[in-house]
């Protein structure tokens, strides 16, 4: 006790006495000078020993909340973990990626006190699980259905369990994990304490709590209203069809060490990393369908710099941490407050400053401000950043890379005044400067209009667009080009102009008249820009797979739209129409149809129809009838 007080002190370190000495000596090492609320909260005196369930928003410390919490049970008055027998205590998560990580934490906050931790998640190899809990382990980490796996086969005994921590218990409810939860709970002894963690505490919490919890100690950390005071929310507007580019520019923009962008549904996670990847950012997406070692390495990529952009559905980024992630992006609005809360809350987390754009259509800026109310957040509507200001933005970050004033050492002395012999500085600063710039992916070019207003509270109507926001015949004379696509590829004018524009590196203005044919595209290049058009095309290209560009040898192809019916000459004689059918179907074979005269009406004569009679009366048969009255039935 006085070797860790000596060392907090050394560190100027204020941490209660409460905390176990060897969680405090990992804290202090990990720089911890104070706790937050929640983490203050679970070592309260009314809380020690007692059953617990915590409502706190996400970044607040959860993970080192419950493994301070539980400490003291675990260790029973001792400073380290004797022996290695069955598991004392039980972390459920509802993602393998949430588990992962809360064993990470809870690694090197009980490193010192010699704590064996494992995991047992869906996806890995469930032999090297039951290796590892045969081995012995004082605590395990797991999602419910490996769980339970575990303990239906034999292989995980919690005979011994002193606490079981549900972390994200919300998140498993909605992930339908109920009956599980239920399962393991009822099989874990009943002399264990209950630490329920919640980012909200619905009605189906409450049932949870009240079923599985003794006279449950209720902590909702302080704080919560001021929440998320680290992340600076925009709500930036655009038309809808220009959501992927406000997304492309809104990258370029903040230039952030590491990106989260959020869709709905894998297939927009598909979609949106093809496109980013097509782009030439360094993207890596996460969904459900996703196996286990796709996941990690996704995660490592982001971790380790490789990546710097994660593509993620709301179910696979849960309770992700993500290093230097300094901007959210949702694609997709949120539906609720309480995903907008989790998305958001994975920046600003320790202190860290963040930033969450909601990309917002037009339409959809009602649904986008009563998320953002009854999340109790604040936005800011900004415009999407244009090319001008992503230019200006790099010539800031080109300007200020500290590599340009790092000392030259002197290894490199002798190779620098090769290069200025050879080179003037002018040379080798331009070719910098063109390394930086081709690093980079072009901005896309978007529309200049202002966002029409407001009506209702049930939101706006998508303005109208015309079909083509191409215009036409705005110049003579011009250049004709063409592009390998054409309407059997889905061509559209509204993705085939920024392609021209950014691949020639040239305006709307210099674009005039574009012809979609069956097969390619032709379009019309201002006399003074064709050149430089050709000239960019040919040194970097379109930027689309399988699409390329070439100019138009001779005239360029006529673009009338067949009539749907052919003018008549007026000097043709009215023709003749043709004699109407009639009415009625074909007659019956062996019958002879014979229709009367135009001026006659009815139905057709049949002659040679055969016509039924009746036989005599004597042919008839007869029929017995019986004379009396009819018995009555016996009683």
């Known amino acids: 006790m006085a070797a860790a007080a000596a060392r907090e002190k050394d560190l100027n370190v204020t941490l209660p006495d409460t905390i176990a000495p060897a969680l405090a000596e990992a804290l202090a090492a990990r720089g911890y000078e104070t706790l937050t609320a929640v983490q203050s909260a679970v070592l309260a005196p009314e809380a020690e020993g007692a059953d617990l369930l915590v409502s706190a928003q996400t970044g607040s410390g959860k993970t080192v909340a419950f493994g301070i919490a539980i400490a003291p049970t675990l260790l029973d008055g001792a400073e380290r973990f004797d022996f290695v027998g069955h598991p004392l205590a039980l972390v459920i998560a509802p993602t393998r990626e949430l588990a992962i990580q809360v064993e990470r934490e809870l690694e090197w906050l009980y490193a010192g006190a010699g ?80 630490l329920l963690f919640s980012a909200t505490v619905p009605k189906p919490i409450a049932q949870l709590a009240k079923s599985f919890q003794r006279d449950a100690l209720r902590i909702s950390a302080a704080g919560e209203s001021s929440q998320h005071n680290d992340i600076e929310y925009q709500m930036i507007v655009v038309p809808g069809h220009e959501r992927e580019n406000a997304i492309i520019n809104t990258l370029l923009y903040f ?4 990106t989260l962008v959020f869709c709905s549904t894998r297939e927009g996670v598909k979609h949106l990393a093809s ?32 990546s710097r952009v994660c593509v993620a559905t709301d179910v696979a980024a849960r309770g992700i941490d993500l290093p230097n992630l300094d901007l959210v992006i949702h694609a997709d609005l949120p539906t609720n407050p309480d995903t907008l809360l989790h998305r958001s809350g994975r920046t600003g987390r320790a202190g860290r400053k963040g930033i969450c754009a909601l990309i917002v259509p037009y339409s959809r800026r009602g649904a986008a401000s009563r998320v953002l109310s009854l999340a109790r957040l604040e936005a800011k509507a900004v415009p999407a950043p244009t090319a001008a200001a992503i230019d200006a933005r790099n010539r800031e970050r080109i300007l200020g890379d500290a590599a340009l004033s790092a000392p030259v050492t002197e290894e490199e002395t002798a190779f620098v005044a090769e290069l200025l012999a ?27 209009a202002p966002p029409p207003p407001m009506k209702g509270a049930k939101g706006v109507r998508e303005p109208r667009f015309e079909k083509s926001d191409v215009p036409v015949e705005r110049f003579t004379n011009g250049v004709w080009f063409k592009a390998s696509v054409g309407r059997k590829h889905r061509a559209e004018p509204r993705w085939l102009l920024p392609l021209i524009c950014k691949a020639g590196d040239v305006t709307k203005g210099a674009v005039g008249s574009i012809k979609i044919l069956d097969t390619e595209t032709q379009f019309e290049i201002a006399p003074d820009k064709a050149d430089a058009f050709m000239a960019n095309v040919q040194q970097h290209g379109t930027g689309e797979k399988n699409v390329t560009i070439q100019r138009v040898t001779g005239a360029p192809a006529s673009y009338a739209p067949k009539p749907r019916y052919e003018a008549r000459p007026e000097s043709a004689e009215p023709a003749t129409a043709p004699a109407p059918k009639h009415k009625y179907s074909k007659p019956k074979e062996g019958a002879q149809r014979d229709f009367a005269a135009p001026q006659d009406k009815g139905k057709p004569k049949y002659k040679g129809k055969p016509k039924f009679e009746f036989p005599p009366a004597e042919a008839r048969p007869k029929v017995f009838k019986p004379k009396g009255k009819k018995p009555a039935s016996a009683s």
Not at 255 to 258: C, G, I, K, T
Request: a negative charge.
């Open 255 to 258: 230039d952030a060490p590491s």
């Open 115 to 194: 704590a064996r931790i494992a995991s047992c998640v869906g996806g890995m190899d469930i032999r090297s699980e039951r290796r590892k809990l045969a081995e012995g382990a004082h605590i395990i980490v797991g999602t419910p259905g490996r769980l339970r796996d575990h303990i239906t086969k034999g292989s995980l005994d919690m005979s011994e369990l002193r606490a079981v921590v549900l972390d994200e218990a919300d998140e498993m409810l909605d992930l339908g994990f109920r009956e599980d939860l239920e399962f393991i709970l009822g099989e874990a002894p009943e002399s264990r304490r209950t």
């Open 422 to 448: 050879s080179h003037s500085p002018e040379q080798i600063a331009a070719a910098y400067l063109r390394q930086q710039l081709a690093a980079r992916p072009a901005p896309e070019d978007l529309t200049d």
């Open 275 to 306: 496109r980013l990847a097509n782009r030439g950012f360094g993207v890596v997406s996460l969904s459900g369908e996703l196996s286990q070692a796709e996941r990690t390495n996704a995660l490592q990529s982001m971790r380790d710099g490789r």
